[in-house]
């Protein structure tokens, strides 16, 4: 699916939404892969292999598209790495499989190439509704205006700064107990896991990721997600 339809699809079919990029394929290929803010492990590799090959049936599952590819930092890598390693990744996708939703939708690349276009296709999702932030303590997310002013509520669920995976089981009894409308996830590779499980048990869950800080980086002349710190040194409020 195109990155519009994708936030279509979450839209009007209120789907959940879960996003594998290079981190969460590279670890799901290979349990010794580690990343700043996560610590892999057989279980997490597991948990993604399980989430992009028995998908719950409300979760829209987001992969990197070819057209993408080609906006990566370094094409030809990006190119080699999936000759190499994407008959691996096929074979763990259903035949059932009828449908994905492109992975950049939370990326700068989003907003550079649909503008206010991009920004209203995710607000439509929320607007109006009451949403819970699951994210991790001293997350470098926000709540911008530009993005989020349209929702009812919002209140916040922190998971630990780094390693969040060891702290979903906590995380999903948590969000039970408050019955939320809408999740949104900023929880790196643990987001992935974290959507998939929620959307199990019946709650929408949405991997935004970097949503806010490719948001600033396109508009305000941010840094680069990746180039950002991965805790900002303080406790949220």
Known sequence: ????????????????????????LGMMLNPKLSIPFQTNSPDLAQDLRTTLAEPAENLLLCLPSTYNLKRSANPRMAARWWTRHGSRILQLIPESATRFGDQMVSRMWFFEEYGQDAVRLWRDIWDGRQALVVTGEGSRFELLDE??????????????AKDAYADLDRVVDEVQKRSPDLVLISLGVAGTVL??????????????GHLSASWNYVYKDGQRPEAMPVWTGQANN
């Open 1 to 24: 699916m195109s990155a519009t339809d994708t936030l279509i699809a979450v839209h009007r079919e209120r789907l959940s939404l879960a996003r594998f990029g290079d981190g969460e």
């Open 147 to 160: 993005l989020f002013d349209n929702l009812q509520s919002a209140d916040y669920l922190f998971s630990v």
């Open 195 to 208: 959507a998939h499980r929620l959307a199990r048990v019946g709650v929408q869950a949405l991997d935004i």
